[in-house]
Structure formats: structure tokens, C-alpha cells
């Protein structure tokens, strides 16, 4: 949704006089790289909002017709699984930008750049933060001329989840893109064979509630699931419902996993 392609810039050409810089600063440079060619084609952007829109305007009336709900409660429901459905599919994408700097021979520049390998990877998943605030905001402002109300303060502690959250998965898929740099059709195989199992057996458009027993077995080993229920419960105000911890805590292992793995494989990407 997200996936943008990057082109390296001629400043980041390695030169021999070139010193390596502090971690923070290495990810700030990384983080600005990558966010100029979102800058420059901010059409991008608004192209990533379709699906999210098309699912609000035509999930959100059903979910109502289903439930018997009116569609402003409905969406106090429905609103907070679409905003996880944007990270989820904005980080999981964000491999594909490095897979074509692989291919491209970009991505074997920067490692001589005086930049350190973990930079790279932070920087990138840094910058998938921006994109995913402002479609957060725009899908919030949408529903909210249909009666979203969303708790302002719980929707700012569900954006610092979502970005702990993308953190962990946009590393993993760095990671993959690594591993698939010579079959790139098994990155597309992996991401997609993963993606959506994870986004049924979550809860985030439909409740599993209703579902049959194995899926709501399952769905108890999928982490998504917390992350869900932790943003309902935050954008509804209930900042002390114990599904905010456990999503908390669910995000957290889950990016602490990703940036191992993914700094792992960054090292010895080459």
C-alpha cells in the first residue's frame, strides 16, 4: 500500500574520506532518505487511502446491517481494525522497496556508505510512520462525519502501539526481502500467504465471535489479535481494560523479534 521505490541519492556515493557517524544520526539520515520520495510524489499517498476508504464505506454499512448496529457504533467498532489493517499492510509492503534497491545494486552503495547497518533498517521503519499517522487521521476524520468518536488520548497511546507494532513487522520484511533478493517471487509468495490469515483469524474486519471454534482457537496465537482489541478498547476511552497491556505487550515482543531477525540479516545482507 505503501510501497514506494526509492532511488539513492548521489550524496549517499561511498567516498574514501567518508567516517562512520553516530547511531542517531545514522538513522535520522536514513529516515530523511527515505521519506524525500514520499515528499516529492505525494500522490502515492493518496492512492495507498483507497482501500481503506472502499473497506469503511462498504464493510462499516454491513457490519451494521449485520449486527443491527447504527453505523456511527458500528464504526466505533470497525474504524480502530482498519487503522491496524493500514499498518499491517503499509509495513508488510515495505520490503519490496528494499528487494528493488537490492536488484538495483542501491542497496550494496549504502553498505559502503559510512552509515551503520542497523541504521538502515530502523531508518526505513521510521519513515513507514509518517504515511501510516496521516491515513490514521484522514480514515478518523471520514468516519467522523458519520459519528466516530474516537477518545483522543487513547488514540494517541494506539498510534505509539501501531508504531511499535509496524516497527517489528516492517524489520521482518526487510528481512524476507533479503532472503528473497535472488527469487523475489518468494517474497510475494511469503507476504501473501501470511498476510491474510493473520488479518482473518484477528478480528479486524468481521467478529470471530461467531465464528467456528478452531478459527477463534487459532486467532488466540495470532498477536494481531491483542493489537486489535487493545486499539478498540483505547479509541473507546477504556485506557485501563486489560487488552491494552496485552497488546502493548504483544507489539513489543513482536518488535523486539523483528529487529533481531532484521538487523541480523542486514549485517549479513552482503
Not at 172 to 195: C, G, N, P
Amino acid at each position: 500500500m505503501t510501497a514506494l521505490t526509492t532511488v539513492l541519492p548521489d550524496d549517499t556515493t561511498p567516498s574514501t574520506d567518508a567516517q562512520p557517524v553516530g547511531l542517531a544520526r545514522s538513522i535520522r539520515n536514513v529516515f530523511v532518505r527515505e521519506l524525500r520520495p514520499m515528499l516529492r510524489d505525494p500522490f502515492s499517498l493518496v492512492f495507498s487511502l483507497m482501500q481503506p476508504l472502499v473497506f469503511l464505506a462498504f464493510f462499516g454499512p454491513l457490519l451494521g446491517g449485520m449486527t443491527g448496529l447504527p453505523l456511527a457504533e458500528a464504526f466505533q467498532w470497525f474504524v480502530p481494525g482498519i487503522i491496524v489493517m493500514i499498518t499491517l499492510f503499509g509495513t508488510t509492503m515495505t520490503g519490496s522497496n528494499l528487494l528493488f534497491e537490492i536488484q538495483s545494486g542501491a542497496h550494496e552503495r549504502m553498505l559502503v556508505a559510512p552509515v551503520s547497518r542497523p541504521a538502515l533498517l530502523v531508518g526505513r521503519a521510521c519513515k513507514e510512520m509518517v504515511p501510516l499517522v496521516i491515513q490514521a487521521l484522514v480514515i478518523t476524520g471520514v468516519a467522523a462525519i458519520f459519528g466516530f468518536r474516537p477518545s483522543i488520548p487513547g488514540m494517541a497511546m494506539g498510534l505509539v502501539l501501531l508504531a511499535v507494532f509496524g516497527l517489528g513487522v516492517g524489520a521482518l520484511s526487510y528481512a524476507l526481502a533479503i532472503a528473497s533478493k535472488e527469487r523475489d517471487w518468494m517474497f510475494w509468495t511469503v507476504q501473501q500467504a501470511l498476510l491474510f490469515p493473520l488479518m482473518i483469524l484477528s478480528g479486524m474486519l468481521l467478529p470471530l465471535d461467531v465464528g467456528p471454534r478452531w478459527m477463534q482457537i487459532l486467532s488466540q496465537f495470532n498477536p494481531l489479535t491483542y493489537l486489535v482489541e487493545a486499539q478498540r478498547a483505547l479509541v473507546n476511552g477504556q485506557l485501563t481494560d486489560p487488552a491494552v497491556w496485552q497488546g502493548g505487550l504483544a507489539s513489543v515482543v513482536l518488535a523486539a523479534i523483528g529487529l533481531t531477525i532484521g538487523v541480523r540479516a542486514v549485517r549479513h545482507s552482503i
